[in-house]
Antibody
Framework: EVQLLESGGGLVQPGGSLRLSCAVSGFTFRSYAMSWVRQAPGKGLEWVSAISGSGGSTYYADSVKGRFTISRDNSKNTLYLQMNSLRDEDTAVYYC??????????????WGQGTLVTVSS | QSVLTQPPSVSAAPGQKVTISCSGSSSNIGNNYVSWYQQLPGTAPKLLIYENNKRPSGIPDRFSGSKSGTSATLGITGLQTGDEADYYCGTWDSSLSAGLFGGGTNLTVL
């Protein structure tokens, strides 16, 4: 059974940093690209970032480029999202997601339950 | 404002059919596969359709997808109250090298 378990969310002040983690099980982690997708309260889905199975290719939404860094540790079956210079508009539930392919262009076939990040003073 | 345009809401009676559109451009829908997701209230999204018209295992054939040019459509037949949810289209944008989601469509089964 595929499982994706996010952690690391919480309350942070504007300008602060946070690192999200996603521990996965139930599939060969290195064989699949992974993504982060967020959803602000009461709003729609927003694609944030993706990383290829090897970790050699990364992609970012313009809204987070230069502030967020996606990475993965294939030896630990764990995906990360380092978020710096956080803004109020980054407040959202962040979903860890497994892509159907290795490359990172979607689609997403499994989603975690999400972790809430709140940016507020 | 999403790059992919969906109607904010649609509604139909139980047992009827509904379609949800998703409009984009040549850099996204026009040259990439489209997927569709269902998000029930308070839950994570779920993949319904991938590669324009393929259904993952376990998704009933009441759900279908199609694509023509720079637009895609999700169809749902035999509507049930349990289908009430938000539906999102998704694709890749080759110019942006980024993923995209539509703004979402809320389905009400009257």
């Amino acid at each position: 059974e595929v499982q994706l378990l996010e952690s690391g969310g919480g309350l942070v002040q504007p300008g602060g940093s946070l690192r999200l983690s996603c521990a996965v099980s139930g599939f060969t982690f290195r064989s699949y690209a992974m993504s982060w997708v967020r959803q602000a309260p009461g709003k729609g889905l927003e694609w944030v970032s993706a990383i290829s199975g090897s970790g050699g290719s990364t992609y970012y939404a313009d809204s987070v480029k230069g502030r967020f860094t996606i990475s993965r540790d294939n030896s630990k079956n764990t995906l990360y999202l380092q978020m710096n210079s956080l803004r109020d508009e980054d407040t959202a539930v962040y979903y860890c997601a497994k892509d159907l392919t290795r490359v990172g262009a979607g689609p997403i076939d499994y989603w975690g339950q999400g972790t809430l990040v709140t940016v507020s003073s | 404002q999403s790059v992919l345009t969906q109607p904010p809401s649609v509604s139909a009676a139980p047992g009827q059919k509904v379609t949800i559109s998703c409009s984009g451009s040549s850099s996204n829908i026009g040259n990439n596969y489209v997927s569709w997701y269902q998000q029930l209230p308070g839950t994570a999204p779920k993949l319904l359709i991938y590669e324009n018209n393929k259904r993952p295992s376990g998704i009933p054939d009441r759900f279908s997808g199609s694509k023509s040019g720079t637009s895609a459509t999700l169809g749902i037949t035999g509507l049930q109250t349990g289908d009430e949810a938000d539906y999102y289209c998704g694709t890749w944008d080759s110019s942006l090298s980024a993923g995209l989601f539509g703004g979402g469509t809320n389905l009400t089964v009257l």
